[in-house]
Nanobody, 114 residues
Framework: QVQLVESGGGLVQAGGSLRLSCAAS????????MGWYRQAPGKQRELVAT???????DYADSVKGRFTLSRDTVKNTVYLRMNSLKPEDTAVYYC????????WGQGTQVTVSS
């Protein structure tokens, strides 16, 4: 069974930065894509950023230019660097991996204070 373990969330002031990590229990090349989603209270889960097996990235318009998704293929870890954080970025952030099945991490809370 695949495990995705997220870390790096927390409380930060507007304009600050955080880096989220998602460590997979097997090679990230075994997945077609990995990514980050977020869910704010009372809202649906939304895509934040994705990276394909080939390394192509895509971002939600709301985070373009502020967030950067990267990966370490030796550590089987993907990262989400979040700069210039805004209060509207407050949400639970979930790591996602798509292979034969859709896998999710447990989520990590990001809270941005104004």
């Amino acid at each position: 069974q695949v495990q995705l373990v997220e870390s790096g969330g927390g409380l930060v002031q507007a304009g600050g930065s955080l880096r989220l990590s998602c460590a997979a229990s097997r090679s990230i090349f075994s997945f077609n894509a990995m990514g980050w989603y977020r869910q704010a209270p009372g809202k649906q889960r939304e895509l934040v950023a994705t990276i394909t097996k080939q390394g192509s990235t895509d971002y939600a318009d709301s985070v373009k230019g502020r967030f950067t998704l990267s990966r370490d293929t030796v550590k089987n870890t993907v990262y989400l660097r979040m700069n210039s954080l805004k209060p509207e970025d407050t949400a639970v952030y979930y790591c996602n991996a798509i292979g034969s099945f859709n896998h999710w991490g447990q989520g990590t809370q990001v809270t941005v204070s104004s």
